[in-house]
Each structure stands twice: as structure tokens, then as C-alpha cells.
């Protein structure tokens, strides 16, 4: 099984809402990541997990909580949200934690916050 | 990171060979270098990697030269279904980056028929 599974696939939530956005891999991999990516630009790294450890925040906003329950599951909780915030959310994950290792990413998640 | 520099587009037609280049100037020791393609309202799928010289697999070649300044994926044959956005990243093979990698602005390819 090579596949990374997000859901939901379509989110609308208004800015006061709390919502979840979840990731599952069962490649055994050791490290995950959250992205951020707004129409025509590419994909902005946003948090990893390595060994479910979260090792790298990019300076993301704490209105994005990060959570690893277990080193399948990967979820990003949202709360008071801003209309800027509306993007496509992309999980991926890979073997191990460094720049050699190929990185399977879900499907996303577009998230419009209204 | 090192920064990494593509085309912002290129145009192609179907059965041509097409080679995007990325220029990453300040590439360190251990840096890595992987593409990846994009299709609209999807995730990245992994393409290709290399460190230095050529690699080849089933979809493509990369190219990097001896002083690792650039690289170039090649598409050998391209179809209608080629037609995406293109990525260079180039990150750290050491643990302690935890996988640290930077997307370039990607090269949007057209097919055309």
C-alpha cells in the first residue's frame, strides 16, 4: 500500500469554527509532513514530524496545531481561522526523515474559510 | 536550503523529448535532488532523484553535472497526459533536517497535440 489518505477532501468552515484535518500512511514511514498550497504556487512546508516527534515548525501560526496520535495518523487542528488561510492542505510522508528519501502525498484537503 | 531556480513554463507536442532544467547554485554536500510532477487539484507524485551524474528509470532521466549546480529531468516521448507542473527540490540526506527540503516555483509543461 503506497498511498497517503486525507480527509475530507472539501472543508468550508467559518473563521470562529474548530475543525480537524486528518492524514493516514500504512508504508511504515517514520516522518510526516504538512503543507500549505495557495492556487499557482507550490507547496509551502509547514510542519514535520520525525519519528512522531514534531521536529520542524516553520513558523506557522498557532491557530495550526500539529498532532501525531500515533505513526500512521497525522492531524492538523484548526481554529480561528483568517480567509487568507483558505488553501489546499497536503500531507505526505516518507521512509525516514531526510532529503533522500521520496516523499507520498495525499490528495489534499481545500479548506475555504469564509 | 539551497534555493532552487526553474522555468516558469514551457510548451511541448506530443512524441518530443522535453528537458526542464533547475539551477541550485549554493547546493551543499549533502543535498539531494528529486522532482516531482503535479497534476491540478492533487498531491505531488514523486518522479525522479539523484545526487550526481545520470539516473534513469521508467518514466525519466535526470542529469546532474559534476558540480552539482544544476539538473535537468528529461521526459522521453511526451503525451497529452504529461501535462502538469514540474518541481525541483533539493534537500538534506541528514537526519538532524528531519527532511527539510524547499519546492521551487515549478515549470508548468504543455503538451500539445
Known amino acids: 500500500d503506497t498511498e497517503v489518505t486525507q480527509t475530507p477532501k472539501h472543508l468550508v468552515m467559518g473563521m470562529t469554527n474548530k475543525k480537524s484535518l486528518k492524514c493516514e500512511q500504512h508504508?511504515?514511514?517514520?516522518?510526516m509532513y504538512w503543507y500549505k498550497q495557495k492556487a499557482k504556487k507550490p507547496p509551502e512546508l509547514m510542519f514535520v514530524y520525525s519519528y512522531e516527534k514534531l521536529s520542524i515548525n516553520e513558523s506557522v501560526p498557532s491557530r495550526f496545531s500539529p498532532e501525531c496520535p500515533n505513526s500512521s495518523l497525522l492531524n492538523l487542528h484548526l481554529h480561528a481561522l483568517q480567509p487568507e488561510d483558505s488553501a489546499l492542505y497536503l500531507c505526505a510522508s516518507s521512509q525516514a526523515p531526510t532529503g533522500r528519501e521520496a516523499q507520498y502525498f495525499g490528495p489534499g484537503t481545500r479548506l475555504l474559510v469564509l | 536550503l539551497a534555493k532552487t531556480t526553474q522555468p516558469i513554463s514551457m510548451d511541448s507536442y506530443e512524441g518530443q523529448e522535453v528537458n526542464i532544467t533547475c539551477s541550485h547554485n549554493?547546493?551543499?554536500?549533502?543535498?539531494?535532488i528529486t522532482w516531482y510532477q503535479q497534476f491540478p487539484s492533487q498531491g505531488p507524485r514523486f518522479i525522479i532523484q539523484g545526487y550526481k551524474t545520470k539516473v534513469t528509470n521508467e518514466v525519466a532521466s535526470l542529469f546532474i553535472p559534476a558540480d552539482r549546480k544544476s539538473s535537468t529531468l528529461s521526459l522521453p516521448r511526451v503525451s497529452l497526459s504529461d501535462t502538469a507542473v514540474y518541481y525541483c527540490?533539493?534537500?538534506?540526506?541528514?537526519?538532524?533536517?528531519?527532511?527539510?527540503?524547499?519546492f521551487g516555483d515549478g515549470t508548468t509543461l504543455t503538451v500539445k497535440p
Open positions: 549554493n547546493i551543499a554536500t549533502n543535498d539531494y
Open positions: 527540490l533539493v534537500g538534506d540526506v541528514r537526519e538532524t533536517n528531519a527532511g527539510k527540503s524547499t
Open positions: 508504508m511504515g514511514h517514520r516522518a
